[in-house]
């Protein structure tokens, strides 16, 4: 069971593995002594007192320090955005005490200015092992706290922004950006406030980001998020390998991404039905992939046009499978509205429709070999001819 724990998903609660874990924990002194460890891989710390408590946890069973891998920071209350104090604390108190920590989340929270110290910040460079930070439904005064963040983790490759709001309107100065932001590899922001979607920009074009994930809000002004967008498209366009677009349904803009409503996937698959048909954005798509700017980035992996639905964490891998004849027949006519609305994707077999997981499964299995025989190409270059001595 534990083996088949993953705790990097942002949403754990309800996990399949995690729940018989801690049903196994429950049973009698051995067994919880056995799953002690498993469900310590990832520690939510809520306010002060958890921050404390793990200290004198880890005091007390030095083994745990080589446990934790995930460390969730975030207000008291789930789903209400409160201080986070206790980020300073957990920073100075717990540097260097968690050697294999790898992922830090902030979520649900006010980060003001003054709640956390900015020096308390830069002892998060002790977590040296760090290379992935979440930052979802949090409160912003600036993006520099961003930039600082980003700053002070030296191994840090991937990054995620979710609902990140920004009190401050002023951009960070390219002169400012963090020096080690060159090695971000995977760059993830939906729904952030425009001055920290400005830094992202930047951030793109310091960075060879391999991966892109686009997020544009339905409520803001139609024309704005959208050259945002397309300023971060361009940014990252020399190196991205793979991009995806998530855009709210009611938006004015297609989304490549289609986000079903788990009690309402029949509703809106046809709507995005009816606005496909009625709509030339399919067109434009499929004109701009054509661009030679694309020849070698995200249309040489392919496109996909796919579905998914907001209980995506744990539903079947494929959700076509045991579906009623009606849903699957507008399934039927969504593939076949997009390969019509896209012809020269499709003949050039680009185009892809299907479960988003499993395709990304695909891209990640294309992208791997790419790189393996890429560094074996260099390894052979290295070496140089063989066959011939001085």
């Known amino acids: 069971m534990a083996t088949g724990l993953d705790i990097s998903f942002n949403i754990i609660k309800g996990e399949p593995h995690l729940t018989a874990l801690t049903s196994c924990a429950l049973v009698c002194q051995d067994w919880y002594s056995l799953t002690w460890y498993h469900l310590r891989q990832r520690i939510h710390l809520r306010d002060r007192k958890d921050v404390l408590s793990l200290s004198k946890t880890l005091r007390a069973k030095p083994r745990l320090r080589e446990v934790i891998q995930q ?28 050697p294999r920590l790898s992922r830090l989340t902030v979520e649900d929270a006010e980060w003001t200015i003054g709640s956390v110290r900015m020096e308390d910040i830069g002892f998060l460079g002790v977590f040296s092992y760090i290379d992935t930070v979440r930052i979802s439904n949090v409160t912003l005064s600036s993006a520099a706290q961003l930039s600082q963040l980003v700053s002070t983790l030296p191994r840090l490759r991937k990054l995620w922004c979710y609902n990140v709001d920004c009190l401050q309107e002023q951009k960070v100065s390219p002169a400012s950006l963090p020096l080690n932001c060159a090695n971000l590899e995977y760059l993830d922001l939906r729904w952030v406030a425009p001055a920290v979607e400005d830094f992202l920009v930047q951030i793109s074009r310091a960075s060879r980001v391999r991966t892109l994930v686009l997020g544009v809000d339905s409520e803001l002004d139609s024309s704005s998020p959208v050259s945002r967008s397309q300023a971060l498209l361009e940014a ?91 849903l699957r027949e507008r399934y039927d006519r969504l593939d076949e509205l997009v390969r019509r609305k896209m012809p020269h994707s499709h003949e ?43």
Not at 300 to 306: D, N
Not at 358 to 383: I, P
């Open 71 to 98: 460390v969730v920071i975030s207000g008291a209350l789930p789903g209400e955005r409160q201080p986070i104090r206790h980020l300073g604390t957990f920073a100075v108190m717990l540097a260097g005490k968690a």
């Open 236 to 326: 990252s366009s020399a190196s991205a390998e793979a991009v995806e677009l998530h855009i709210d349904p009611s938006s004015p803009v297609m989304s490549v991404m289609l986000w079903l409503r788990m009690d309402h996937t029949t509703d809106d698959l046809d709507a995005i039905l009816t606005t496909l048909e009625q709509d030339n954005v399919l067109a434009r798509l499929d004109s701009i992939l054509q661009e030679r700017r694309f020849s070698g980035t995200v249309a040489s992996r392919g496109i996909c046009i796919g579905t998914h639905d907001d209980n995506n964490t744990w539903t079947s891998g494929n959700e076509l499978i045991g579906m009623g004849s009606a």
């Open 348 to 390: 050039r077999d680009i185009l892809s429709f299907q479960e988003f997981a499993s395709w990304r499964q695909d891209v990640d299995k294309v992208l791997l070999h790419s790189m393996q025989v890429e560094q074996k190409n260099t390894a052979e270059d290295a070496e140089g001819p063989r066959g011939s001595r001085d």
